[in-house]
Nanobody, 128 residues
Framework: QVQLVESGGGSVQAGGSLSLSCAIS????????WGWFRQTPGTEREGVIV???????RSAESVQGRFTADRDNAKKTAILIMNSLKPEDTALYYC??????????????????????WGQGTNVTVSS
C-alpha cells in the first residue's frame, strides 16, 4: 500500500520560514505529480503548489514569490519551502501524489480529486 509520510511544519512568526517534507513508502516508483494543499476549518482544501516529475512548478497566486517546491525522484520525496510566511498561511497542510500521466500536473493545482495518495497533514501556524 502506497503511503505518504509528512514531516516538518510547526509554529513561526510572520516573516519566517518553514519547510515541509513528504516521502513515499510502499512504492518503488516516484510519482508523476506532487501537490501541496492546505485547509482551514470550514473551508475547502486549497491548492498551494504542484511539481511534476521534471521539476516544473505551478503555485497559487497567494503564495507566488514566497513558496517553492522541490522533489527528489530517486528518493521519492518532495519538499515545500515556505518563506515570508504570513498569518493567513496558517492551515493544515497536506502533501499529495499521483502516478497517473493522463492529465498534466500543472492542471491539478486546484484539483485535489486528481491526487490518489495523501499524507496525514501537518499544522503550520504563523503568528503576527
Amino acid at each position: 500500500q502506497v503511503q505518504l509520510v509528512e514531516s516538518g511544519g510547526g509554529s513561526v512568526q510572520a516573516g519566517g520560514s518553514l519547510s515541509l517534507s513528504c516521502a513515499i513508502s510502499g512504492s518503488s516508483a516516484h510519482p508523476f505529480c506532487w501537490g501541496w494543499f492546505r485547509q482551514t476549518p470550514g473551508t475547502e482544501r486549497e491548492g498551494v503548489i504542484v511539481i511534476d516529475a521534471e521539476g516544473r512548478i505551478r503555485s497559487a497566486e497567494s503564495v507566488q514569490g514566497r513558496f517553492t517546491a522541490d522533489r527528489d525522484n530517486a528518493k521519492k520525496t518532495a519538499i515545500l519551502i515556505m518563506n515570508s510566511l504570513k498569518p493567513e498561511d496558517t492551515a493544515l497542510y497536506y502533501c499529495a501524489a499521483d502516478y497517473s500521466t493522463t492529465t498534466s500536473c500543472m492542471s491539478r493545482i486546484q484539483a485535489a480529486g486528481r491526487f490518489g495518495v495523501w499524507g496525514q497533514g501537518t499544522n503550520v501556524t504563523v503568528s503576527s
